[in-house]
């Protein structure tokens, strides 16, 4: 479990008037807003930069095949 997890568990197994728990509650709703801001800026992110995730060689190969070249095939062990 995440750090995170950790700390959401041990702010509400402290509380113990109502008024805390009130705080806590709305503490995390805005847990909630964060971690599912997140989730979609993850996911936003992934769909606007698809290269992000890419090694220089693949990037580059997808790269001539947008502007219609197909790069040569390299032969690794040419002796062989």
Do not use: C, I, W
Not at 18 to 34: T, V
Not at 40 to 68: H, I, K, S
């Amino acid at each position: 479990r995440s750090p995170l997890h950790h700390r959401l568990r041990a702010s509400f197994a402290d509380s113990t008037t109502s008024h805390r728990a009130e705080a806590d509650a709305a503490e995390a709703e805005q847990f909630a807003a964060y971690l599912r801001a997140q989730r979609t800026y993850v996911t936003l992110l992934e769909r606007y930069n698809p290269g992000m995730n890419m090694d220089e060689e693949e990037r580059v190969r997808l790269t001539a095949r947008r502007v219609g070249m197909d790069l040569p095939k390299e032969f690794k062990n040419r002796l062989k």
